[in-house]
């Protein structure tokens, strides 16, 4: 390898480091982040729900329904239930798990606050 090779090989290494580094700014809102700031919430079906919708909440609430989709279509078959009886499973799960300052959709449509449900 000559003198230029490994300097390109430096460079190369350095630009993938730099990358890296300033990737972790520009990656997408994630869930527990979303919820703490009361933009997505769970719902009675097992799925989120955007509470104060945008283009970024929205991406969101997609890529985590579609992955629970699959999972409850997977969980469903492997133990004979459908699907939605899988999600309203989870859905109990989920909402207990919710922290008191999570927000979920009451069975009114409304978006409450988790404490607020008596």
């Not at 798990?97 to 927000?103: H, L, S």
């Not at 979920?104 to 988790?114: A, Q």
């Amino acid at each position: 390898m000559n003198g230029f090779e490994k300097t390109m090989m430096k460079f190369k290494a350095l630009l993938l480091v730099v990358t890296l580094l300033f990737a972790g700014g520009a990656l997408a809102l994630e869930l527990d982040e979303a919820k703490a700031k009361g933009l997505v919430g769970e719902q009675a079906d097992g799925y989120v729900g955007a509470v104060k919708p945008s283009p970024e909440v929205n991406a969101l609430v997609a890529d985590i329904n579609g992955k629970r989709a699959k999972a409850y279509a997977r969980i469903g078959q492997k133990n004979g239930v459908a699907v939605d009886k899988v999600g309203e499973l989870a859905a109990k799960k989920l909402i207990n798990k919710a922290g008191p300052n999570e927000y979920v959709k009451t069975p009114s449509g409304t978006w409450v606050l988790k404490k607020e449900i008596k």
